[in-house]
């Protein structure tokens, strides 16, 4: 018996003398090691923290929307974009609830659809998708710790794709706001939200691109996206993309293709400037300068002439009505900046334009004729729909030789009552074009009968004979800006002579 104690406290001690001299048991972990763990630690705190303001968002579809074969999930812009096996697993879900005896059905509504949302601020405003809940008899509103709450739609707006949404609560935990802005591509992104009804299911990924313009079969989304690699699906609609300093960057919104590693949201900068104007007003009017733009380095046509500038965006059309039409803005000026932020794309322009409120003035840094300056211009609300002026254009005649002058396939005439009336144009200050030969420069540049022309170059013309001397010494190989009112707009053109 001894022995075997003996034997046993020897066995032991052998076996703790082999553990402490062991270096894979006693070495301190890597410094690589600990880094990682450090970033797993750093992905459960974001995902613990982040869900405590995420919501899912469950939803009543209204009745219309249900029968006759409609399909809710075709209001989504994820839909049209699923491929056929996912669609048609949609669509039999769907057709099996139509199907129900309608005495077997609940009395009260039907939750037949589910998304996610984020807590925008603590006294109950939840921020969501508007394809979510636009279609929405009744709306509810389901915290991670299992509180219900009945939800109101205060709002949706179908370019964004953007709804906020009211419930009776406060003091609850927001949501904290990044700055998509200063997010860059490379950066972790993790998503929140609960995909085909899994619940606080969290994925982690980067910003793929941002900038990102999409196109789906239903719309196509005048603003810019971010990208990411992030798995998103079907039920993250409305939740957060959010950084590794758990500050929500964008609000998840579309798909392209399952399992493609391609998902878009709305940068939250965008988000929450229509989310206020959602809460405040109910609606979201957008600013609008009504003017036809073009990025000077893509302008083949004008870049060459623009004088003392290599970056910008070109001023190439006023539309009738619009709020600069009357401003201090001119044909082919350049503009550099929007309230001191540089823009050098059409896109860059309509972005600056994007986080502004309808009515709200714009300076804008400009080069006109080699010289910089400064205006403001007072914006208008983007009009729902534009109408089409729309006239119908006079038989050609043939001018008399002594009262015309052409340019490039154009025959221009000074503007006189009948002119007017055969035109259909208000009589004003200009020479109109009364030809246009087939296959010729202005042609080519969409120039019409009946347009008015107002000025070459810098030059006004308010006659033939101020026109012809405009074109004076001007090197037609280089060009000549004609600026134009044409169908109750102005605009411009440039006109080239090619060999």
Known sequence: MKNKIAVTIFSTSLLVGMVANSPAWAAEPSEALKLAQQLNQAFVEVAESVSQSVVIVRVANKPQVLGGGGNPNGNSPFFDQLPEEYRKYFERQQEQREEQPRRSRPRGPLFDGQGSGLVYREDGIILTNRHVVENAEKVQIVFRDG????????????????????????GLTAAKMGDSDKTKVGEFA??????YELDYSVTVGHVSAKGRRVFSDQMMFDQDFIQTDASINPGNSGGPLVNIYGEVIGINTLI???????????PVNLAKRVADMLIDDGKVTRAWLGVNITTLREDADYRDLAVGV???????????????????LELADVITTVDGNRVKSADEL?????????????????????????IEVETGAFPEEFT????????????EADTNAKLLGMTVQNINEDLANRFEVEVEQGVIVTAIENDSVAAGKGISLGDIVTRINSTPVDSVVSFKAALEGEDLKKGVIVHLTSEGSQRFEVLKQYD
């Open 147 to 170: 509180k219900e709450y009945d939800g109101e739609v205060l709002g949706v707006d179908r370019e964004s794709d953007i709804a906020v949404v009211k419930i009776d609560a406060t």
């Open 310 to 328: 290599e970056d910008g965006v070109v001023v190439r059309r006023f539309v009738s009505g619009g709020p600069a039409e009357n401003s201090d």
């Open 190 to 195: 993790i998503a929140v939200g609960s995909p």
């Open 256 to 266: 392209r293709g399952m399992n493609t590693g391609i998902g878009f949201a709305v």
């Open 350 to 374: 309509k972005r600056e334009l994007r986080l502004k409120k309808a009515g709200d003035p714009v300076t804008l840094g400009l080069m006109r004729n080699g010289k910089a300056r400064e």
């Open 388 to 399: 089409a002026v729309s006239r119908m254009r006079g038989s050609e005649r043939k001018p």
